[in-house]
C-alpha cells in the first residue's frame, strides 16, 4: 500500500460550514464515493398535528472543506448536503480530495500518479528480464530487473508520461525473501486540478487499456503531487469506481485473452495513443461510447450488437459523409422529369415521388461494405476468408443476398423494427464480425498495427465467424 496516502476508513473530522465549524465523520469506502457525517446542525422542524416531522430540503454546493483529526485537509466536490439522524446531516460528493494540498476551492498539481488494470499485459515487457536459481556451490538466488522496465513519452503539449514497474523485496527473519513488482503510471505537466488530470489522462488510460485487453479495467488509486512540494505525492482521490486498492504485476489469468495493442521498445507510444484516443472520443462520440459501455458494462449478444452496428453506421457517416441534400434533391428531381417524359404511368411517378428518400443516406450494408474495404489487407483478408461463401447458418434470412454485410443490415433492421428475430447462433455470428470491424478501424484511428489482431484471429483467440 505504499502509494496510498490515506488508508480506506472512517475518520473524526471538523467540516468549515457558512456557519462556522462542526464536527462530524469522513467515511472513505474502496469503490464508494466519500460519505460524510455532520453532527449539532439542526434542521428545521414543523410540527403538525399528531407529530413533527424533518423539515429541511438537501442543498447542493460546488466545494466543501474539512480537516480530519489527524490533520489531513479534505476537500468535497460537487456535494449534495441532505438532512440525516435529528440534528444530524449528511454529504454526498462526486469526488473527495484529502491529505494535503493548497487551500482553495480548485487547488491545483503538477503531477498524477496512478494504476489502472491491464498495465502489465499493456507494458509490453515482464518487469524482471532474469530470475537465477540456486546451485551448487553458489546457493544464491538473483533477479534483474528488465532494461525497460520504465518507459517514458513525451506528449506534444508537453507532459511527460511514464509507465515504471516498482520493485520491491520483503524479508522475514532472513528465512524468506520476495520480489514484487508493481506497475504505476506517472504523468507531470501543467498544473491542473485534479478533475482535470482525471479526464485528461487517468479515464482515457483505463478505456484505453480495456480496449486493448478486450475486458473492463478499472481505476485503482490515484495520488497527486501538489505545485512546489518536492517530490512527494501528498493527497489522494475517493471517487465511485475508484477501488484504492494497489495491486501487483502477474502473469494474466487467461493467457488466451486477446491483446489489440502494446507498449514496449517496438510497441506503440503512450503519449500518441493517449492522444489519439482523446480524439476518438471527440470525433467518433458513439462509436467511442460503445466501446467505453461494452467495456464496463455485461451485455447479452443481441443488445451488444444492436450497440456495435449503430455505432459503426455513426462512424461511417463522420468518415465518408453523404451526398449534400441540394445535389441529392437535384438529381432527385431530374429523375421524376425523366420518367415523366418518358411516358411512365402518372401513377407509378406518384410511387416513386412518395417512396423515394428524400435525402441521400446511403443503405447501411453499402456503409458496412465501404467501411470493410478499408480495412488494412492482413484483417480484410481474415474477414473475407471467413465470410466467403457466406456461412451456412445465416442462409435463408435473404433470398438473394449481396453479401455478408447485406446480411448483417437485415439483421440489424429486423431487430430494430420488429421484423424476422434471427437465431442466437446467427446474431453471435455477426456481432463478432461487427466487432472485429469495429476494433480494426478503432486501430487505424489510434495508427497502430493490426498485426496483434491478425494474431489472435489466427490463434483462435479472436473469432470473427
Known amino acids: 500500500m505504499r502509494n496510498v496516502v490515506v488508508p480506506t476508513s472512517t475518520y473524526d473530522c471538523t467540516w468549515l460550514l457558512e456557519d462556522g465549524p462542526h464536527t462530524g465523520q469522513l467515511t472513505l469506502e474502496p469503490g464508494q464515493a466519500a460519505h460524510g457525517q455532520v453532527h449539532s446542525e439542526p434542521g428545521r422542524w414543523r410540527q403538525e398535528e399528531d407529530f ?267 468518415t465518408h459523409g453523404k451526398l449534400p441534400r441540394s445535389v441529392f434533391k437535384q438529381q432527385r428531381r431530374e429523375v421524376l422529369k425523366r420518367l415523366d417524359v418518358a411516358g411512365v404511368d402518372p401513377e407509378d411517378c406518384q410511387w416513386v415521388d412518395t417512396w423515394l428518400p428524400e435525402t441521400g443516406d446511403r443503405a447501411l450494408h453499402e456503409r458496412l461494405r465501404e467501411l470493410a474495404e478499408c480495412l488494412p489487407d492482413g484483417i480484410r483478408a481474415r474477414i473475407e476468408a471467413a465470410t466467403e461463401p457466406l456461412p451456412d447458418v445465416l442462409h435463408g434470412i435473404l433470398k438473394a443476398p449481396l453479401g455478408i454485410w447485406h446480411v448483417l443490415a437485415k439483421v440489424r433492421n429486423n431487430l430494430a423494427h420488429g421484423g424476422d428475430r434471427p437465431q442466437p447462433g446467427q446474431v453471435r455470428l455477426l456481432c463478432r464480425l461487427a466487432d472485429t470491424l469495429a476494433a480494426a478501424l478503432v486501430l487505424q484511428e489510434l495508427d497502430v498495427s493490426e498485426d496483434l489482431l491478425v494474431r489472435a484471429v489466427d490463434d483462435s483467440r479472436w473469432k470473427v465467424s
Open 52 to 318: 413533527a416531522c424533518f423539515d429541511w430540503e438537501p442543498t447542493e454546493h460546488d466545494r466543501l472543506a474539512g480537516e480530519l483529526s489527524g490533520g489531513q485537509q479534505v476537500l468535497l466536490i460537487d456535494v449534495l448536503r441532505s438532512p440525516g439522524a435529528p440534528e444530524a446531516g449528511e454529504l454526498f460528493p462526486r469526488l473527495a480530495l484529502v491529505g494535503r494540498f493548497p487551500a482553495g476551492d480548485d487547488p491545483l498539481f503538477e503531477a498524477v500518479r496512478f494504476q489502472v488494470g491491464g498495465l502489465s499485459e499493456l507494458a509490453g515487457v515482464p518487469a524482471l528480464s532474469r530470475v537465477g536459481f540456486p546451485r551448487q556451490p553458489e546457493r544464491s538466488f538473483t533477479a534483474t530487473v528488465h532494461p525497460h522496465a520504465m518507459q517514458t513519452w513525451e506528449c506534444s503539449s508537453g507532459e511527460r508520461i511514464s509507465l515504471e514497474f516498482e520493485i520491491s523485496q520483503k524479508t522475514d527473519l532472513m528465512f524468506t525473501m520476495t520480489v514484487m513488482a508493481q506497475p504505476v503510471v506517472e504523468v507531470t505537466g501543467t498544473a491542473r486540478t485534479a478533475e482535470q488530470w482525471i479526464d485528461d489522462f487517468v479515464r482515457p488510460l483505463a478505456e484505453l487499456a480495456a480496449f486493448a485487453t478486450n475486458r473492463r479495467q478499472d481505476v485503482d488509486w490515484v495520488v497527486l503531487r501538489p505545485e512546489h512540494t518536492g517530490e512527494r505525492f501528498t493527497t489522494q482521490l475517493f471517487a465511485a469506481g475508484i477501488s484504492q486498492m494497489p495491486y501487483l504485476a502477474e502473469k494474466p489469468a487467461d493467457r488466451r485473452q486477446p491483446l489489440l495493442l502494446r507498449l514496449g521498445p517496438d510497441g506503440a507510444d503512450l503519449a500518441a495513443l493517449l492522444e489519439r484516443w482523446r480524439d476518438l472520443a471527440e470525433e467518433h462520440e458513439v462509436l467511442h461510447q460503445h466501446l467505453v459501455t461494452v467495456a464496463r458494462q455485461t451485455q447479452n449478444t443481441t443488445a451488444r450488437f444492436m450497440s456495435v452496428v449503430p455505432a459503426l453506421e455513426a462512424y461511417h457517416g463522420r
